[in-house]
C-alpha cells in the first residue's frame, strides 16, 4: 500500500506539528497503517514543550516530495554476470527491449552494462587457438553450450588453461599437453594417436551406441557431444565468459533517490538511450529510458493546517493532494483529482481533528489531547485570539480533562516556554512561523512569534530588522511583517520593512518614521492582519 504522508506548513508551529501527529494516530486507529505524519522543518520551542510534556515523539522530516526514480513504474529486467556465456547473454539481451542488459558482481550489485555490439565483434574474431584460456573460460561452460556428457577422465582445472585444436590442424610439431583440447569427430582414431598425451579429446557427432577406439587405454578426459565438429567450434566460441566485453567505465546509471527533472536532463545530454537502475547501495532495480518517465506512481500527500502552495513542501504540484484539513482561507491548491476538503471557520486546526475524533466514535488518549489542546491553545493565544470559537474552547475544555491538566496554568507554561527572544538569533525569530502570501502581485511575507519577553525584542530590534531587509533582497520579497505577540501586555508589536512598506502603513497606520507600531488587542494573524494589508494592498 503506498504511502501518504501527512504534514503542515513550512516553519511549522505547534498546530501544524501537533494536527499532524493527531490525525496520524486517528487514520492507524481506523486501521489504515500507511499515513505517515511528517514535518516540513525545525520545532521550535514552544512546540518541542508540548510534545515533550506528553511524551510524544517528534514526526519525521520530510524535505520534498519531487517525483523520484523510485517512483517509476520500472519495468522487470534480467541481469548478467561477467562468467555468463556468450550464447546465455545473447539470449538474455535478445529476449529484452533495447539491446543491452545490466551486468552485476557475485553480490548482484552493478559493475557494468553490456550490448549486442559489446559482444558481436570480439566473438567474430575469435580465431585464436588460446581464446579460451585468454579469456578464462570455465570448464564447465563449455559443457553446457555442447550440452557434453563426459565417458571418462577429469579436467584437472575450472578454467580451460590450454589451447584449443583440431585434429585436422595437428602436424607433427605441435606437443600437447594434458591441459590442451582437441576436437575430432568419433570416426576417426584420433584417441589413439595421441594416447600417450593425455588431453583433452571432444569427440563430435557422437551417440550412445558409439565404440571409441583406444578408449581403454586413453588417459586423458573424454568429452561426447551430438554435434558436428563444425557446430562444435561455433558452439566453444559461445561459451566463452564476457568479462571482457562489459563496459565499466563511464558508466550511466541512476539512483532511485534521484528527482525525475535531474533523470530527464542527464538524459537529455547522453548519447545512450538505456539505463541502470540502482538503489542506494548498488543493487540492480531496472533499465530505464525516456518513455518509461511518463509511468509514475506519484507520491500521496495530506495538507493540515495549510491550503496555499507556496507554504507547502517542494514538488506539491507534481503531488497527489488526497485530503486537506485546515482553518484558513482557501489560497491558491490546485489538485489532480476529487479529494476531501475540509475548511472550518476555527481558531485552530487541532478543533478540526479532535472533532473527527467524536465523530469516529474514536477515543482520544491522553497524549494526543495534550498535544491537540496545546495546539489549540497556541493558535488561540489561550482564547484570547479573535480567531478563538466557542467550538474551540469546548474542546479545549474536554481535552483538557482527558490530558490532565488546568487549562489556564498550562496554558501559561505552554506560551512562555518559548518567549525568551534573547536567546534566539534574528533568523530563527523570523523563520519560527513564517508565511508567504500573494496579495495581488505584491510578495508578502509574515511571521509571528508569542512572548512574554517584550524586553528580550527591543535588545536585539536592529538585528532583526536588518535581517528581515536581507530576506527581502535575497528572496525578492516586497513587504515583510513581523508579528510580536504578547497575551500579557495584551498586543502586538508590528515590525514591517521592504520596497512595498506603504502597505504596512496604509493598513495600521504608521508614519513613515515608525519603524514598528503596537496594535492593542491584535493576536491573530489570520484574521487581524492578513485581511488588512490585503485591503491595503489594493489602494
Given at each position: 500500500?503506498?504511502?501518504?504522508?501527512i504534514?503542515?506548513?513550512?516553519?511549522?508551529?505547534?498546530?501544524?506539528?501537533?494536527?499532524?501527529?493527531?490525525?496520524?494516530?486517528?487514520?492507524?486507529?481506523l486501521?489504515?497503517?500507511n499515513?505517515?505524519?511528517?514535518?516540513?522543518?525545525?520545532?521550535?520551542?514552544e512546540?518541542?514543550?508540548?510534545?515533550?510534556?506528553?511524551?510524544?515523539?517528534?514526526?519525521?522530516?520530510?524535505?520534498?516530495?519531487?517525483?523520484?526514480?523510485?517512483?517509476?513504474?520500472?519495468?522487470?529486467?534480467?541481469?548478467?554476470?561477467?562468467?555468463?556465456?556468450?550464447?546465455?547473454?545473447?539470449?538474455?539481451?535478445?529476449?529484452?527491449?533495447?539491446?543491452?542488459?545490466?551486468?552485476?558482481?557475485?553480490?548482484?550489485?552493478?559493475?557494468?552494462?553490456?550490448?549486442?555490439?559489446?559482444?558481436?565483434?570480439?566473438?567474430?574474431?575469435?580465431?585464436?587457438?588460446?581464446?579460451?584460456?585468454?579469456?578464462?573460460t570455465?570448464?564447465?561452460?563449455?559443457?553446457?553450450?555442447?550440452?557434453?556428457e563426459?565417458?571418462?577422465?577429469?579436467?584437472?582445472?575450472?578454467?580451460?588453461?590450454?589451447?584449443?585444436?583440431?585434429?585436422?590442424?595437428?602436424?607433427?610439431?605441435?606437443?600437447?599437453?594434458?591441459?590442451?583440447?582437441?576436437?575430432?569427430?568419433?570416426?576417426?582414431?584420433?584417441?589413439?594417436?595421441?594416447?600417450?598425451?593425455?588431453?583433452?579429446?571432444?569427440?563430435?557427432?557422437?551417440?550412445?551406441?558409439?565404440?571409441?577406439?583406444?578408449?581403454?587405454?586413453?588417459?586423458?578426459?573424454?568429452?561426447?557431444?551430438?554435434?558436428?565438429?563444425?557446430?562444435?567450434?561455433k558452439?566453444?566460441?559461445?561459451?566463452?565468459?564476457?568479462?571482457?566485453?562489459?563496459?565499466?567505465?563511464?558508466?550511466e546509471?541512476?539512483?532511485?533517490?534521484e528527482?525525475?527533472?535531474?533523470?530527464?536532463?542527464?538524459?537529455?545530454?547522453?548519447?545512450?538511450?538505456?539505463?541502470?537502475?540502482?538503489?542506494?547501495?548498488?543493487?540492480?532495480?531496472?533499465?530505464?529510458?525516456?518513455?518509461?518517465l511518463?509511468?509514475?506512481?506519484?507520491?500521496?500527500?495530506?495538507?493540515m493546517?495549510?491550503?496555499?502552495?507556496?507554504?507547502?513542501?517542494?514538488g506539491?504540484?507534481?503531488?497527489?493532494?488526497v485530503?486537506?484539513?485546515?482553518?484558513?482561507?482557501?489560497?491558491?491548491?490546485?489538485?489532480?483529482?476529487p479529494?476531501?476538503?475540509?475548511?472550518?471557520?476555527?481558531?485552530?486546526?487541532?478543533?478540526?481533528?479532535?472533532?473527527?475524533?467524536?465523530?469516529?466514535?474514536?477515543?482520544?488518549?491522553?497524549?494526543?489531547?495534550?498535544?491537540?489542546?496545546?495546539?489549540?491553545?497556541?493558535?488561540?493565544?489561550?482564547?484570547?485570539?479573535?480567531?478563538?470559537t466557542?467550538?474551540?474552547?469546548?474542546i479545549?475544555?474536554?481535552?483538557?480533562?482527558?490530558?490532565?491538566?488546568?487549562?489556564?496554568?498550562?496554558?501559561?507554561?505552554?506560551?512562555?516556554?518559548?518567549s525568551?527572544?534573547?536567546?534566539?538569533?534574528?533568523?530563527?525569530?523570523?523563520?519560527?512561523?513564517?508565511?508567504?502570501?500573494?496579495?495581488?502581485?505584491?510578495?508578502?511575507?509574515?511571521?509571528?512569534?508569542?512572548?512574554?519577553?517584550f524586553?528580550?525584542?527591543?535588545?536585539?530590534?536592529?538585528?532583526?530588522?536588518?535581517?528581515?531587509?536581507?530576506?527581502c533582497?535575497?528572496?525578492?520579497?516586497?513587504?515583510?511583517?513581523?508579528?510580536?505577540?504578547?497575551?500579557?501586555?495584551?498586543?502586538?508589536?508590528?515590525?514591517?520593512?521592504?520596497?512595498?512598506?506603504?502597505?504596512?502603513?496604509?493598513?495600521?497606520?504608521?508614519?513613515?518614521?515608525?519603524?514598528?507600531?503596537?496594535?492593542?488587542?491584535?493576536?491573530?494573524?489570520?484574521?487581524?492582519?492578513?485581511?488588512?494589508l490585503?485591503?491595503?494592498?489594493?489602494?
Amino acid at each position: 500500500m503506498n504511502k501518504i504522508y501527512i504534514f503542515g506548513h513550512q516553519n511549522p508551529d505547534t498546530d501544524s506539528i501537533c494536527s499532524t501527529i493527531a490525525y496520524e494516530n486517528l487514520k492507524k486507529q481506523l486501521g489504515y497503517d500507511n499515513y505517515i505524519a511528517a514535518r516540513l522543518g525545525a520545532i521550535n520551542k514552544e512546540t518541542a514543550f508540548a510534545l515533550n510534556y506528553f511524551n510524544v515523539a517528534q514526526p519525521m522530516l520530510l524535505k520534498g516530495l519531487n517525483p523520484q526514480v523510485s517512483d517509476l513504474n520500472l519495468p522487470k529486467t534480467v541481469v548478467a554476470h561477467e562468467t555468463d556465456t556468450v550464447k546465455q547473454t545473447l539470449e538474455k539481451i535478445i529476449s529484452k527491449i533495447g539491446r543491452s542488459i545490466p551486468v552485476v558482481d557475485e553480490n548482484e550489485r552493478l559493475i557494468g552494462i553490456v550490448s549486442i555490439s559489446d559482444i558481436v565483434p570480439p566473438y567474430l574474431e575469435m580465431t585464436s587457438k588460446t581464446v579460451l584460456k585468454d579469456l578464462n573460460t570455465p570448464f564447465k561452460n563449455i559443457m553446457t553450450e555442447l550440452k557434453a556428457e563426459i565417458l571418462m577422465g577429469k579436467y584437472q582445472h575450472n578454467n580451460i588453461m590450454g589451447n584449443v585444436y583440431l585434429a585436422s590442424d595437428l602436424t607433427g610439431d605441435i606437443e600437447l599437453t594434458q591441459d590442451d583440447i582437441v576436437i575430432a569427430d568419433r570416426k576417426t582414431d584420433i584417441i589413439k594417436k595421441y594416447e600417450t598425451n593425455g588431453c583433452c579429446m571432444i569427440l563430435g557427432n557422437y551417440n550412445e551406441n558409439d565404440r571409441i577406439n583406444g578408449r581403454d587405454s586413453y588417459e586423458g578426459v573424454i568429452l561426447t557431444t551430438k554435434y558436428s565438429v563444425y557446430e562444435i567450434v561455433k558452439l566453444i566460441g559461445y561459451s566463452v565468459p564476457i568479462k571482457t566485453m562489459v563496459r565499466k567505465e563511464a558508466l550511466e546509471y541512476f539512483v532511485t533517490y534521484e528527482t525525475i527533472d535531474d533523470v530527464k536532463n542527464n538524459m537529455l545530454t547522453s548519447r545512450h538511450m538505456r539505463f541502470p537502475v540502482v538503489d542506494e547501495f548498488g543493487f540492480i532495480k531496472g533499465m530505464i529510458s525516456r518513455s518509461n518517465l511518463i509511468d509514475i506512481n506519484r507520491k500521496k500527500a495530506i495538507l493540515m493546517d495549510h491550503n496555499e502552495k507556496n507554504q507547502s513542501i517542494e514538488g506539491i504540484e507534481e503531488t497527489e493532494i488526497v485530503e486537506v484539513i485546515d482553518h484558513h482561507r482557501v489560497a491558491n491548491v490546485q489538485t489532480m483529482a476529487p479529494l476531501y476538503f475540509r475548511i472550518e471557520p476555527l481558531g485552530c486546526t487541532c478543533t478540526i481533528v479532535a472533532k473527527m475524533y467524536e465523530e469516529n466514535n474514536v477515543t482520544i488518549t491522553k497524549e494526543m489531547a495534550g498535544i491537540m489542546l496545546s495546539a489549540i491553545i497556541s493558535d488561540t493565544l489561550l482564547f484570547k485570539s479573535p480567531t478563538s470559537t466557542k467550538e474551540d474552547r469546548r474542546i479545549g475544555e474536554k481535552l483538557s480533562k482527558i490530558a490532565g491538566v488546568d487549562l489556564n496554568k498550562y496554558g501559561m507554561k505552554l506560551i512562555t516556554a518559548g518567549s525568551s527572544l534573547s536567546e534566539e538569533t534574528p533568523e530563527n525569530i523570523i523563520n519560527n512561523d513564517m508565511k508567504k502570501f500573494m496579495f495581488g502581485k505584491y510578495k508578502v511575507m509574515i511571521s509571528q512569534i508569542n512572548t512574554g519577553d517584550f524586553a528580550g525584542f527591543y535588545t536585539i530590534f536592529n538585528d532583526i530588522s536588518g535581517e528581515m531587509n536581507k530576506i527581502c533582497d535575497v528572496e525578492n520579497i516586497d513587504l515583510a511583517v513581523l508579528m510580536i505577540t504578547d497575551i500579557v501586555v495584551g498586543g502586538t508589536e508590528i515590525l514591517a520593512v521592504g520596497k512595498e512598506r506603504w502597505i504596512a502603513e496604509n493598513a495600521f497606520n504608521m508614519d513613515k518614521e515608525d519603524i514598528s507600531i503596537f496594535l492593542p488587542n491584535v493576536f491573530s494573524r489570520k484574521k487581524q492582519v492578513v485581511p488588512m494589508l490585503m485591503n491595503a494592498a489594493k489602494l
